[in-house]
C-alpha cells in the first residue's frame, strides 16, 4: 500500500468495489500532534447533498485525483453527518432533553389520539451547529489562508499531504497568485496554529519565499 497521499478537495471517493460514492471535502486532523483523524466526504445529489466524516482507518490510498476506501466502508450511510444543529443548555453546553415527550389529549371521534407535541426550549438554551469531529481537531477547508508570524498572508492550502503509515499530517501544498500559480511545500513544524480557515505559521514571509517552487 502506498503510504504517502494527497488530499485534494473534491478527489472523487471510490469504495472497494470501484463506486464512486462521494467526493472529498476537507480533512480532519489534530493541529497538536499532526494526526489525520477523518476525512468529510460529500454525498448525494446536487439538490441532496450530505456531508459525511469518514474515519481515516478506512483510506486505503490514493492516486492522483481520487481516494480508495476499504470494505468496510460500505456506502457510507453508517457514518456521522459533518454537521448538526443541537438544542443546548447557554451554561453548561449540555444537549437539551430530546424536545418530544408530551402528548395531545384524546379527542372523541379521532382516530390517532396521542400525537406527541413537540416541547419548546426555553430561553436558557440555544440552538448551535456542531461539527461531528474529535474533541482538539480542526476540518481544514481548501483555500484555507497561511499567515505567517508577521501576519503575512503568503498563499492558500490547496493540499494536504500525509504518510498513511503513521496517520499523520507531513506538508501543506500552498499556493498563490494566477497564472503561473507560486507553490509552496510547507513543512508542518513550521505550523503553529490551524483554524478551518486559516493557518499560521511559527516562521517569517521570508522564510517561505527562500522555499523552492513546487
Known sequence: METKVQFQKNMAVLTANGQEVGALDRV???????????????????????DKVVPIDVVTGTTEDQINLSGEAGDLESFPPFEEERVVDKKTGLDHPPLYGSTTPELVGYPEPNIPVMQVPGDEYVTQTKQNIPTGTVALKEGAKVITSEGQHVGSVERVLADLSVHQVTHLLISRGLLPKERKLIPMEWVARVE?????????????????DV
Open 28 to 50: 480532519v486532523f489534530s493541529p497538536e500532534s499532526k494526526m489525520v483523524t477523518h476525512i468529510v466526504v460529500r454525498t448525494g445529489s446536487l439538490l441532496n447533498k450530505t
Open 196 to 212: 478551518d480557515d486559516e493557518v499560521h505559521l511559527r516562521v517569517e514571509e521570508h522564510s517561505v519565499k527562500e522555499l523552492a
